[in-house]
């Protein structure tokens, strides 16, 4: 585990020659092994056809899978190999996710499904309503705190799932196709809110093939067949990412 | 909008978890999530716990029933009718005038006595001689009845030996019987008049007789009753009252109508205690188990149920199993919440089950006017009961669900 000085802070994301195979036969290379690094406030793009191996990549950005090879690190930390009980303190703690299909619980209000992410990341209970209450505010919602997701539109489940990933503080917030179920209108709005959010500090990856989506990124990594085919910096500010095929 | 500084980089990652009220909390959410689906779950084990409840409460209340009427008391008293002189054509009274005697050499009698009630055509019984008569039962008895009877004297003396020898005319008033009579104490030696004979009276009883005709009634000596009105009518003949100690009564009850009457034992019929109270209980004992076993399919059936509808809801809650990993679950955090959840069906469906338990018991205690039984032990382990089958239900659905990898399980 890598303990970097207080000036020379860690990138929030390293991949070092992180790849993943699906054993049993024949073996499926689904990611080629990669390095990369992700510095505190980028906000990335990973764009590629389906299939390409992009999913896999942010499974094992967001610890939700184990590399077959290769070593990952959040924040510092080296996670690729820790235990499970680490593995999920810092997906409490470091990662926020923002996911397609929203997964938001039916029978629960915006609040409530906002403040289960508070529950595993052991808030305070007393605490836990006012700081939903105030990530909801933040993306815009706070008026339909006690509404199901059922009463709410598409756009507004999916700025109720990004304020439940802001809700802990996290590091990094991974967006897995956050508009792929939404239109071209709540798509803009909910590019708006992410690009509000990189603006104030937050680094974001978020796979997307929408290109609407991805020319907001400072960085757009390409990834086709398991590998990275181009990784470029585009818009104000610039990549500042190394990328190393290996 | 400033971009709060972004916690513990560097460090080490502390523990994610899962707090006992918010597992409470979550537990609770999802089994209101679909609360016709956990009502229709928990019925099996509602079914189950209940008649487990019911058949205890109802086999330790008709215990209790039988308890009652199977008094030490019963068990230990032996009656001699006299056969011959129910069929005989002229009143008769085939019991020699030692008969006490005979029957208290049986090994295993406390004490004997012959009695019968005196027949009178019309109400002879006055305080004076002739005053207006009531009719009091006169039960003409010697020593040994008062004592196998266990009568208790509220004041005065019993009928002794030696009264019952010289066939005295002496009486011992019931309680009843001496308010009737108007006779309050024995002071004043007071007497009445029985057929125009003057009795005085020794004693008074308690009102607390088990032969009922002592209470209402008036007690002479068996000597003085066949000296001055003969034997027995035929309508009434005489018996025999033995007393015998726990146990003696079936052997004693073969011996006494020899003993008693050696030259023809035949006349005599002697009845022990018959023990009904076992043979009921040996029917309720083998039903209670018929329907112990019934109860027990019922459970295992509503804990197959629980195990079902918890492993239907570990796959269609996948998702949300998935998300609840991402934010930071650990795999004992879902596994343990899906046993709270079973845990609780079991638990709710158990406290149910004892509910309806007590209610069948007292349905059917009311319904026989019986003193309801049942012990509250049973009562309080019944949800407990239900909540280990619960919790036994849910382990195979929890383990299923603690073993999703996260990543699969989003995308279900």
Redesign the interface.
Known sequence: ????P?SM??P?VRLSSVGYTYHGPPPVVALQPLSLEIS?GEHVAIVGPSGSGKSTLL?LI?L??RPTEGQVEI???D?GAAS???R???????IG?V?Q?F?L?P??TAIENVM??Q????QP?RQRYSAAMTVLA?VGLDHRAGALPSALSGGERQRVAVA?ALVN???LLLCDEPTGNLDTTTTAELTGLLA??H?????LVVITHNPAVAVHAQRTIEIRDGQVQADTAAGPGGGSGALAPV | MRWPRSRRAGQAAATSRFRLRDLAGESLAGLLQRPGRSALTVVGTVLGIGSFVAIVGLSQTTSGQIGRQFSALDATQVTVADTAASHASVPTLDFPASADQLADRIHGVVAAGVWWLVQFSRPGTSALPGGSKIGLPVTAATPGVLTASGARLQSGVLVNQFQQRSRQQVAVLGSLAARELGITGLQNQPAIFIGGQPFTVIGILHSDQRLQQLNFGVTVPASTALRLWGPPATDSPAQMLVHTRLGAAKVVARQLPVAVLPTNPAALTATAPSSPAQFQHSVTKSLNTLFLALAGVALVVGAIGIANTTLVAVLERAPEIGLRRALGARPRHIGVQFLAESTALGLFGGLLGACLGVATTLAVTIYHQWTALLDPRVVLAAPLAGGLIGLLAGLYPALRASALEPADALRR
Request: hydrophobic share 45%; net charge positive.
């Open positions: 585990m890598s303990t970097a207080l802070a860690p929030v505190r499974n967001g939700l899978d924040d510092g930390l996670v499970e009980r680490e999920a303190a810092v997906r409490a703690g470091h996710f996911f299909a997964h619980l029978h629960r289960l992410a529950v595993y990341a052991d209970r933040q439940r503080r996290p590091s509000g959010l603006q104030a500090g937050a680094t």
